[in-house]
């Protein structure tokens, strides 16, 4: 059982980029599948989560109204837009299995993807 991170990359700030998770089974169903970032000498902060089911969604302060989390059931896959990029949101992303939508409570993390946002 697996979540694969990728699409980070650089991108000059007012851009946009799209994360991709994709989660090597169904198990994660009954998951919130959640979005992590860390920067350099930062915490690992949350950044936004979807329900497999339902499709509830919670994102940070931080990002509303920027990123959006969507998700793709028939191809197991969640996605982060994230639009108008700041250099704040420089980091490492993660995706997560969550138990909860506020994902305290992490099951399974994927590898991480960088975001490098130019000024």
């Known amino acids: 059982v697996q979540l694969q991170a990728s699409g980070g990359g650089l991108v000059q700030a007012g851009g946009s980029l799209r994360l991709s998770c994709a989660a090597s089974?169904?198990?994660?169903?009954?998951?919130?599948m959640t979005w992590f970032r860390q920067a350099p000498g930062k915490e690992r902060e949350f950044v936004a989560a979807?329900?497999?089911?339902?499709?509830?969604?919670l994102y940070a302060d931080s990002v509303k109204g920027r990123f959006t989390i969507s998700r793709d059931n028939a191809k197991n896959t969640v996605h982060l837009q994230m639009n108008s990029l700041k250099a704040e949101d420089a980091a490492v992303y993660y995706c997560a299995a969550a138990r909860e939508l506020t994902g305290t409570t992490v099951e399974y993390w994927g590898q991480g993807t960088l975001v490098t946002v130019s000024s």
């Open positions: 979807i329900r497999w089911s339902g499709g509830s969604t």
């Open positions: 089974a169904r198990t994660f169903s009954s998951y919130a």
